[in-house]
Each structure stands twice: as structure tokens, then as C-alpha cells.
């Protein structure tokens, strides 16, 4: 199998699950108990934490772990809204689910939300935001990198147009960890969520960055794990995996960049060179190393993955952390795609473990294809394919 799925979920790491069987086996403890196996999960957790927030340039008192990038985006946008009198959030209109489902129930609850339209490349405009900030702006949040099309926002700018109005910055950096440096206090950022499984990482653990001073409410309330932030046992094993991911990550960040950069960017040029009638989606200098995202008029995307899978080749056409995978993308429509246009896209995201023989069966088996469902499509007469 190829793996070209990597937006979606990473393979883990070899040293990453050796890092967390111990935590299987001996070292059971519950990390509140005062015992030597409690003291062993203690350390061990908090040596995960000072290893997240190294990745990310923060103190490790700065990092609150959750399961993962959902609960870190809902812990800011709730634990942020119920503790202001203020009642609007600014955000943008190509943010994941789990920014615009927490969205959408504050809403219900009378908090006003604003959503920053994109330009045809999915950039969302600064300008955009200095038009919508106001004083009663509770919260800004913008995605540091969208998960379909990786197109990368100016998280700084926003930063500083947010700060001088006095609103706290949050930004959704999911997709972009361990695939560009993140430096949360070069960027100036006040809120952070990062998530494990996109690093070679165990699934259902991550982080919410909350730079020191800023306080938020808690949603999770319990027996006062994480200084009262996020109450429950916590999840030894895959905080010892996310913490031994992000160390990896950080170790190897320029060549893991620049291998999947010029995967990416042969990927990107042997189909545009080959295959007719295809176009390259979103920013291709402010977009992430490993996102190639194409729209193939006349085919379905859908019927493209499964026959890609056939040949053994794993691709997605948007978002599959959506369990509704049948909706059409919304940050394709906040672009301005046709329905045709979004239904012909496919997203191949490469990971640190592909290789350059991947790249080339891959465009061999998309030639293929594409050309395939072009034979049989509905469309076949109004292209010149
Ligand atoms: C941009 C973005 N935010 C949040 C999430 C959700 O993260 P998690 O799966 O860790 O809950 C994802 C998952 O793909 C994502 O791409």
C-alpha cells in the first residue's frame, strides 16, 4: 500500500510505541497516587509536557494536554465565551469542523460568530479581520493551515490586529505541526491546539497552548487533573508517545520538510504534466510541505479514491475527519469552486515515511484512472480529454 493520507492520520513511529509499552505494562500507575508507580506515571507524564511545548517554543506550564485537536478548540471557544461579558468570535469561514460545530452551539446561546471569507486561493485577507474586530470581540480564532486544500494563514498578522484591539488570538495548528516550525511566542499567539496523530503520534491525545496569564474556564470538571483545566485520569501511555512524537519531530523538522517539499512538488508536477485537464487548489507558496490538492473536471472524487485503493493507494478527497465524508467541502465552496469543480478533487498528503518510488506509481496509476472514469463520464463531451 501507498500512503497518501497523511492530513487524515499518521503512521506512528517505531520509537513512538516502543516509548509507550512500558506504560502497558509496568508502569500502570495512576499518576495522582502519592505510591512509586504513581510517582513513575507523574514524571513520565511531565516529561511529555516539557517535550510538546520545546516543539512549539512555550513553557511547559503553558501546555494543558487534552485528547486531541477537537477538545483543544472546544476548551478555548468555551472556556473563553462563558467567562466574558463579550459576545463575538471572529473565525473563518474555512476552519474544520471542530472549530464551526463548537461555533455554531455558541451561537444557539446568543453569541454572535463571524465568518472571515477567503479569496480564491483560501487565504483569508487581514483586512477582513480589521473590518469585523470590535470591542465586544470575545475571541479571534483562524486555522494556522487548512486540512484540504493546506494553504498556511498570516497567523502573525492576526495576532497583532487582535492584540491591538485587546481580544486574545487562538489558531487551529492541527494540520501544521511537525510540518513548519511553530514558534508560539515569535507569532505571538495566545491559544494553540496541536494534535498527536498528525506527528507519528498515538491517536486521542494533544495539547492546548495557554500562554501564561491568560485564564479560561474549565469544561471537563472532575477531580482537578491538569490544575483544574481538564479532570480525568490521564492517558499515560499516549501522553508518553505525543510527547516522544513531538521530540522526533522537532529533531528532524528541516528534512522532514524539505523531503516531503520535494515529494510534494514532483507530485505536483509530473500530474499537472500528464494528465489533462487538472488544476492545482489553493496557495501554492503559503501552503504546508505535504498538501497537493487537484481538481480532475469530469471525475468524481469519490470513485477516484475507491479505485485508487484498488491500486493499492490510500487518498482522500477532503476532510475525513468528518464522519459525514457525503457533504461537499465548504472550504472548496468558501472559494468560489463550482459543484462540479468540488466534486472532481482529490487531496494527497504525504508523510515522512513516503518515498520517491510512491510519488511515481502513484502519477502512473492516476494517469490511469483518470482517464478511465474520463471514458465513461457524463461530462466526456464537453472537455477536450
Ligand atoms: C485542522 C484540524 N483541526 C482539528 C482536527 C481534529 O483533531 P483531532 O482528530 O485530534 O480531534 C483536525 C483533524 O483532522 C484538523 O485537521
Excluded: W
Aim: aromatic share 6%.
Amino acid at each position: 500500500m501507498i500512503y497518501l493520507d497523511n492530513a487524515a492520520s499518521t503512521q506512528i513511529h517505531e520509537d513512538v510505541i516502543n516509548s509507550m509499552l512500558p506504560f502497558f505494562k509496568e508502569q500502570y500507575g495512576n499518576p495522582s497516587s502519592i505510591h512509586r508507580y504513581g510517582r513513575q506515571s507523574r514524571k513520565a507524564i511531565e516529561k511529555a509536557r516539557k517535550q510538546i511545548a520545546q516543539l512549539i517554543n512555550a513553557e511547559p506550564s503553558e501546555i494543558l494536554i487534552t485528547s486531541g485537536g477537537t477538545e483543544s478548540n472546544t476548551t478555548v471557544l468555551h472556556g473563553l465565551t462563558s467567562k466574558s461579558s463579550k459576545g463575538k468570535i471572529i473565525t473563518s469561514s474555512i476552519e474544520h469542523d471542530a472549530i464551526l460545530e463548537p461555533c455554531k452551539k455558541l451561537e444557539k446561546y446568543g453569541v454572535v460568530v463571524e465568518y472571515l471569507p477567503v479569496n480564491d486561493s483560501g487565504i483569508v485577507e487581514p483586512s477582513s479581520l480589521e473590518q469585523k474586530i470590535s470591542d465586544d470581540t470575545t475571541l479571534v480564532s483562524i486555522m494556522f493551515a487548512n486540512n484540504e486544500i493546506g494553504t498556511i494563514q498570516p497567523i502573525s498578522e492576526f495576532a497583532k490586529i487582535s492584540h491591538s484591539h485587546q481580544v486574545p488570538f487562538h489558531t487551529d495548528a492541527v494540520q501544521a505541526i511537525g510540518k513548519v516550525p511553530i514558534d508560539v511566542k515569535a507569532m505571538n499567539v495566545d491559544f494553540l491546539s496541536i494534535s498527536s496523530h498528525k506527528l507519528n503520534g498515538p491517536k486521542g491525545v494533544g495539547a492546548l497552548y495557554i500562554r501564561k496569564g491568560l485564564e479560561i474556564d474549565p469544561v471537563i470538571l472532575g477531580g482537578g487533573q491538569e490544575h483544574g483545566l481538564r479532570s480525568g485520569t490521564e492517558n499515560v501511555a499516549s501522553i508518553v508517545g505525543f510527547g516522544k512524537a513531538c521530540e522526533i519531530a522537532k529533531t528532524n523538522l528541516d528534512s522532514n520538510m524539505s523531503k516531503m517539499l520535494s515529494l510534494r512538488d514532483d507530485l505536483i508536477q509530473k500530474v499537472t504534466d500528464e494528465i489533462p485537464e487538472v488544476t492545482v487548489n489553493g496557495d501554492l507558496k503559503s501552503r504546508l510541505p505535504n498538501n497537493a490538492h487537484f481538481t480532475f473536471l469530469g471525475v468524481n472524487g469519490e470513485d477516484l479514491i475507491i479505485k485508487l485503493d484498488e491500486h493499492g493507494i490510500a487518498a482522500s478527497t477532503g476532510s475525513a475527519c468528518s464522519v459525514n465524508t457525503q457533504k461537499a467541502s465548504h472550504v472548496l465552496q468558501a472559494m468560489g469552486f463550482s459543484h462540479e469543480q468540488i466534486t472532481g478533487s482529490l487531496r494527497l498528503t504525504i508523510g515522512i515515511f513516503n518515498s520517491q518510488d510512491d510519488i511515481d506509481r502513484t502519477v502512473i496509476s492516476l494517469k490511469q484512472i483518470v482517464k478511465e472514469l474520463r471514458d465513461v463520464s457524463p461530462f466526456k463531451d464537453k472537455y477536450s480529454f
